[in-house]
């Protein structure tokens, strides 16, 4: 068969995922490899990560200790790997793949030992949400984040001899007899290019901008029409759709790891700090709907607001909410580092004046002319309004059973309110693997030279990401990566 | 018009490994092309066809990086390594130059990433040099050099032989696709040593490129607010701000 070129391996996807298996075939093994990026820039979703998920880690084995900041609360721990493996049992009640999860697990903490010999230090291991006593132990938080990571993992790709391709988007895979032999893709000039390859790993991150893949898989109705984007990412399903062609199974696809957002801004704005927080929160028919706790978990949130029908919900605040927020005791829960925790938004009112133009803030100085502006009946806002206060009074949520700590009376005008929507981070999970991370058919054989790595990956997820592990995204993009291509060298080597 | 378009003879800085006893290291690091390597492609493509561009790059790293962009040859001298000593990898790539032939120009990015280099160069071939240079143009047997100055930008028509110096003023716009790249790997490369140039010895070594951007960062212990208020006001006034 004849290809433009010839490469061992050929890696689909810029990311953590691809770069680490890129990076590990070019560093263990004589194999030539190169990556194709569809973007300008390598990096995919992991340039948003906030943190790595790793268990029995060196980070973790060195904590708590006097010279690190942060040591756990009383109760709380690092865990085993069989904890972590277990955690993704239970959460998804069961439609984990254990093979997946203990490879992943068991190999986390190489990972961030990696990840150090590259240059990165790690201030803390914890959790994300303050509040969230569910959650383990694993959330190794880098300094410089992901973008950081994904500069340095590129930078080890190229200096241990990875091609990186960008502007190249793979387009579909070559087989014969009934093995990947190949890749076509487009580069950057255009031209089609036929890639041999010996092995070829999907690492493109999902479907959680495709919209039509997210109506045909997602159980979350109406989410492809109310997803807002809150952050630039490009993940269409390529991977899926190419590993479908030569007959993978899909499995356990449509979990999609969703966050709240204020329509129109930024994660870590002000506005959106303080439309997250666990204020009152109603739909468009002026209704309370959740113990709006659930901020804790923004997996949770997101399923939340994503499941209203129009995918809408106001977090109505009054002004002392507000003051409280922009300069007296911040934030009551946080968002990673898009939120910290505790923390005042200092430019709170000034944003909310901005996006009350663009209809994804509101203010009045009535109850009334609240609903009006937010466009919801008035006398059941009202009547929401009056007995959510009576239950801040009484310090008991009988209705929806809000903790008391969050219980903030909505009761001193001007009264605001700020349109929140829900947002596709990534989608999570699509293609059937094994314990190795080859693809698999329906009959659960591999597909012979096809992997997929990272987050279009199955084997983790249920129905919804699982924030109790904090970090699994980034983690098993890194470490997927990296044992796909250990397997690929003990089959080519 | 021959023009020798040098890239890729230092490292860079960002894979510097910097412990916290101020050793540092590169671990595994190859030269890179530096952010004004373009721009000095850039010049090679103004003043002459690409049949009389060469490309000259000294050590690892893949050394089709200006055949993908133009050049019709590369010299590599491969043992010529870009380490603290900028004079050893300047009379590397002179003596690649003059290998090359009858080179009238020489193009460099104006790189901070080592500044010594581009100097040492100018000084091992003895010729003429322009800094922050943005473009640059044949003219008969004349270069036409479009140089930035703080003032603005001046007009230069000089004769050669002479090295420009290269300045980017953005990202490179069109980095080459897998096609042109692969394409590249075929051009000739003619891989010379040290030894097979006859290159000299440099004469010392570089112990850095720029001074500090400034005065090292004093940091208060907030523990007791009281008392980092008393150890801030005798700062400011040891700094003689207050």
Same mark, same amino acid.
């Given at each position: 068969?004849?290809f433009?070129?010839?490469?061992?391996?050929v890696c689909i996807?810029?990311?953590?995922s691809?770069k680490?298996?890129?990076?590990t075939?070019a560093?263990?093994?004589d194999l030539? !490899?190169?990556v194709?990026?569809?973007?300008e820039?390598?990096?995919?979703?992991?340039?948003y990560?906030?943190g790595?998920?790793?268990?029995?880690?060196?980070?973790?084995?060195?904590?708590?200790h $006097?010279?690190?900041p942060?040591?756990l609360?009383?109760?709380?721990? /690092?865990? #085993?790997?069989?904890? =972590?493996v277990?955690r993704?049992?239970?959460?998804s009640?069961?439609r984990a793949?254990?093979?997946?999860a203990k490879?992943?697990?068991?190999?986390?903490?190489e990972?961030?030992d990696?990840?150090?010999?590259?240059?990165i230090?790690?201030?803390?291991?914890?959790i994300?949400? /303050?509040?969230?006593p569910a959650e383990?132990?694993? /959330?190794?938080?880098?300094e410089g984040?992901g973008?950081?990571?994904?500069?340095?993992l590129e930078?080890?790709?190229?200096?241990a001899g990875?091609?990186i391709?960008?502007n190249t988007?793979?387009?579909?895979?070559i087989?014969?007899?009934?093995k990947?032999?190949?890749?076509?893709?487009?580069?950057?000039?255009?031209?089609?290019m036929?890639?041999? @390859?010996?092995?070829?790993v999907?690492a493109?991150g999902g479907?959680?901008?495709?919209?039509e893949?997210?109506?045909?898989?997602?159980?979350?109705p109406?989410i492809?029409k109310?997803h807002?984007?809150?952050?630039?990412?490009?993940?269409?399903?390529?991977?899926?759709?190419?590993?479908?062609?030569?007959?993978a199974h899909?499995?356990?696809i449509?979990?999609?790891m969703i966050?709240?957002?204020?329509?129109?801004?930024?994660l870590?704005?002000?506005i959106?700090?303080?439309g997250?927080?666990?204020?009152?929160?109603?739909?468009?028919?002026g209704k309370?709907?959740?113990?709006?706790? !659930?901020a804790?978990s923004f997996?949770?949130?997101?399923?939340?607001?994503?499941?209203?029908d129009?995918?809408?919900?106001?977090?109505v605040m009054?002004?002392d909410?507000?003051?409280?927020?922009?300069s007296?005791t911040g934030?009551?829960?946080?968002l990673?580092?898009?939120?910290?925790?505790?923390?005042?938004m200092?430019t709170?009112r000034?944003?909310?004046e901005?996006?009350?133009?663009d209809? @994804?803030?509101?203010?009045?100085?009535?109850i009334?002319?609240?609903a009006?502006?937010m466009g919801?009946?008035?006398?059941t806002?009202?009547?929401?309004?009056?007995?959510?206060n009576?239950a801040?009074d009484a310090?008991?949520d009988?209705?929806?059973?809000?903790p008391?700590k969050?219980l903030q $009376?909505v009761?001193?005008?001007?009264?605001?309110?700020?349109?929140?929507?829900?947002?596709?981070?990534?989608s999570c999970?699509?293609?059937?693997?094994n314990g190795? /991370?080859? !693809? #698999?058919?329906?009959d659960?054989?591999a597909? $012979?030279?096809?992997?997929?790595?990272g987050?279009e990956?199955?084997?983790?997820?249920?129905d919804t990401y699982n924030?109790d592990?904090?970090g699994?995204?980034n983690?098993?993009?890194?470490?997927?990566?990296?044992l796909?291509a250990? =397997?690929i060298i003990s089959?080519?080597a | 018009m021959?023009t020798?378009?040098v890239? &890729?003879?230092c490292?860079?800085?960002q894979d510097?490994?910097?412990s916290a006893?101020?050793?540092v290291?590169?671990?595994?690091?190859?030269?890179?092309?530096t952010e004004d390597?373009p721009?000095?492609?850039d010049?090679?493509?103004?003043? +002459?066809?690409?049949?009389?561009?060469?490309?000259?790059?000294?050590g690892?790293?893949k050394?089709e990086?200006a055949?993908?962009?133009?050049?019709?040859?590369?010299?590599?001298v491969e043992?010529?390594?870009?380490?603290?000593d900028?004079t050893?990898?300047?009379?590397?790539?002179?003596?690649?130059?003059?290998?090359?032939g009858?080179?009238?120009?020489v193009a460099i990015?104006d790189?901070?990433?080592?500044?010594?280099?581009?100097s040492?160069?100018?000084g091992?071939?003895?010729?003429?040099a322009?800094?922050?240079?943005t473009?640059?143009q044949?003219? *008969?047997?004349?270069v036409r050099?479009?140089?930035?100055t703080?003032?603005g930008?001046?007009?230069v028509?000089?004769?050669p032989?002479?090295?420009?110096?290269?300045?980017a003023?953005?990202?490179?716009a069109?980095?080459p696709g897998?096609?042109q790249t692969?394409?590249?790997? &075929?051009k000739p490369?003619a891989k010379?040593s040290?030894?097979s140039?006859?290159v000299?010895? *440099?004469? *010392?070594? +570089?112990?850095?490129?720029r001074?500090?951007e400034g005065d090292?960062?004093?940091i208060?212990?907030g +523990?007791?607010?009281s008392?980092?208020?008393a150890?801030l006001?005798?700062a400011?006034?040891?700094e003689?701000?207050?």
């Amino acid at each position: 068969m004849a290809f433009d070129v010839e490469y061992d391996v050929v890696c689909i996807g810029g990311g953590g995922s691809g770069k680490s298996a890129a990076y590990t075939i070019a560093t263990e093994s004589d194999l030539s !490899v190169c990556v194709l990026e569809k973007l300008e820039n390598c990096g995919g979703s992991s340039i948003y990560a906030e943190g790595t998920c790793a268990s029995e880690s060196s980070e973790q084995a060195a904590r708590p200790h $006097p010279d690190y900041p942060g040591e756990l609360p009383e109760g709380a721990h /690092f865990p #085993t790997h069989e904890e =972590h493996v277990q955690r993704y049992i239970d959460y998804s009640h069961h439609r984990a793949n254990v093979e997946v999860a203990k490879a992943f697990a068991y190999n986390s903490s190489e990972t961030i030992d990696i990840y150090k010999g590259l240059g990165i230090e790690y201030t803390d291991v914890t959790i994300y949400a /303050f509040d969230q006593p569910a959650e383990l132990y694993t /959330f190794h938080r880098p300094e410089g984040l992901g973008q950081h990571c994904q500069d340095l993992l590129e930078r080890a790709c190229v200096n241990a001899g990875v091609d990186i391709f960008t502007n190249t988007p793979a387009q579909e895979l070559i087989t014969e007899d009934g093995k990947i032999v190949g890749v076509v893709a487009k580069d950057a000039d255009g031209n089609e290019m036929r890639i041999g @390859a010996k092995a070829v790993v999907l690492a493109t991150g999902g479907f959680g901008n495709n919209m039509e893949m997210v109506e045909k898989y997602s159980w979350i109705p109406n989410i492809h029409k109310n997803h807002y984007q809150s952050v630039p990412t490009q993940n269409t399903g390529d991977g899926i759709r190419m590993a479908e062609s030569v007959g993978a199974h899909l499995k356990d696809i449509g979990a999609l790891m969703i966050i709240g957002c204020t329509e129109g801004r930024t994660l870590g704005s002000g506005i959106n700090g303080a439309g997250y927080q666990p204020n009152l929160w109603v739909d468009t028919k002026g209704k309370r709907f959740c113990n709006e706790a !659930v901020a804790n978990s923004f997996a949770d949130t997101g399923n939340t607001i994503a499941m209203r029908d129009d995918g809408i919900v106001f977090s109505v605040m009054d002004e002392d909410t507000v003051t409280r927020l922009e300069s007296g005791t911040g934030s009551a829960v946080g968002l990673g580092d898009f939120i910290p925790i505790h923390k005042t938004m200092p430019t709170l009112r000034a944003e909310i004046e901005e996006a009350i133009p663009d209809g @994804a803030a509101f203010k009045a100085d009535t109850i009334e002319g609240l609903a009006e502006a937010m466009g919801v009946d008035a006398e059941t806002f009202k009547a929401v309004v009056e007995k959510y206060n009576e239950a801040c009074d009484a310090g008991k949520d009988d209705e929806f059973m809000k903790p008391t700590k969050f219980l903030q $009376p909505v009761r001193k005008a001007p009264f605001y309110a700020t349109k929140q929507r829900p947002s596709i981070l990534v989608s999570c999970g699509g293609i059937r693997i094994n314990g190795n /991370f080859q !693809v #698999t058919d329906k009959d659960y054989v591999a597909i $012979p030279g096809l992997y997929a790595v990272g987050m279009e990956a199955t084997g983790l997820f249920g129905d919804t990401y699982n924030l109790d592990v904090p970090g699994t995204a980034n983690g098993f993009a890194h470490t997927s990566g990296r044992l796909a291509a250990r =397997h690929i060298i003990s089959t080519l080597a | 018009m021959k023009t020798a378009v040098v890239f &890729k003879w230092c490292k860079d800085p960002q894979d510097a490994r910097v412990s916290a006893d101020g050793a540092v290291s590169w671990p595994g690091v190859k030269l890179s092309p530096t952010e004004d390597d373009p721009a000095a492609m850039d010049v090679a493509r103004g003043v +002459s066809a690409e049949e009389d561009i060469v490309g000259v790059t000294i050590g690892d790293g893949k050394p089709e990086w200006a055949a993908a962009r133009g050049a019709a040859s590369t010299v590599v001298v491969e043992d010529a390594f870009g380490g603290p000593d900028g004079t050893a990898a300047a009379r590397a790539i002179a003596a690649a130059v003059k290998s090359a032939g009858d080179v009238d120009v020489v193009a460099i990015g104006d790189s901070d990433w080592d500044r010594g280099v581009v100097s040492a160069l100018v000084g091992a071939l003895g010729w003429k040099a322009y800094a922050n240079v943005t473009a640059a143009q044949a003219e *008969g047997d004349d270069v036409r050099l479009t140089i930035k100055t703080p003032a603005g930008n001046r007009i230069v028509l000089a004769k050669p032989p002479m090295v420009v110096a290269a300045q980017a003023l953005s990202q490179e716009a069109n980095v080459p696709g897998m096609k042109q790249t692969l394409a590249a790997r &075929k051009k000739p490369v003619a891989k010379e040593s040290v030894a097979s140039l006859g290159v000299a010895a *440099g004469v *010392g070594t +570089s112990a850095g490129t720029r001074l500090p951007e400034g005065d090292a960062a004093i940091i208060f212990d907030g +523990s007791d607010p009281s008392n980092a208020v008393a150890q801030l006001m005798d700062a400011l006034r040891g700094e003689g701000v207050l």
